[in-house]
């Protein structure tokens, strides 16, 4: 039997785009992510890219077997309500996203991607 110690660290989610110029659109213009590094074997291969937002980070994949579209995420937040705020300011056409307040203690902010994929923005209360 093994002495060591297992750790594990947060998890990378993969979320699958169709669109470079959408992506980057929706992921840095309106999420405020950063784009971290981007990746393609050759001009006419898929992309693949890291972006992230503080400790968040999350990679997007053109390439067909990485994921699914339409999967969903998690990230825990502090001030949610903020976040809420501006992202409403922002007046992005495609997303209108509203506050919750959920059975669970938790106020969630949700958002879809421009591939169906969504993200929820939470904080326990």
Same mark, same amino acid.
């Given at each position: 039997?093994?002495?060591?110690?297992?750790?594990?660290?947060? +998890?990378?989610?993969?979320? /699958? =785009?169709?669109? &470079?110029?959408k992506a980057k659109e929706f992921y840095m213009s309106f999420l405020e992510f950063e784009l971290d590094w981007e990746?393609?074997?050759?001009?006419?291969?898929?992309?693949?890219?890291?972006?992230?937002?503080?400790?968040?980070?999350?990679?997007?994949?053109?390439?067909?077997?990485?994921?699914? +579209?339409?999967?969903?995420? /998690? =990230?825990?937040? &502090?001030?949610?309500?903020?976040?809420?705020?501006?992202?409403?300011?922002?007046?992005?056409?495609?997303?209108h996203p509203r506050i919750e307040t959920t059975p669970w203690n938790t106020l969630e902010v949700t958002v879809k991607?421009?591939?169906?994929?969504?993200?929820?923005?939470?904080?326990?209360?």
């Amino acid at each position: 039997m093994s002495t060591s110690k297992i750790i594990m660290k947060t +998890p990378t989610p993969i979320l /699958r =785009i169709f669109d &470079e110029e959408k992506a980057k659109e929706f992921y840095m213009s309106f999420l405020e992510f950063e784009l971290d590094w981007e990746h393609q074997f050759a001009d006419d291969m898929p992309l693949y890219m890291q972006i992230s937002h503080g400790g968040c980070i999350i990679h997007l994949s053109e390439h067909h077997g990485d994921c699914c +579209p339409g999967s969903a995420i /998690r =990230i825990e937040v &502090e001030n949610v309500k903020l976040i809420h705020s501006n992202l409403i300011s922002k007046k992005y056409k495609n997303s209108h996203p509203r506050i919750e307040t959920t059975p669970w203690n938790t106020l969630e902010v949700t958002v879809k991607d421009p591939f169906a994929n969504r993200i929820v923005f939470f904080e326990y209360v």
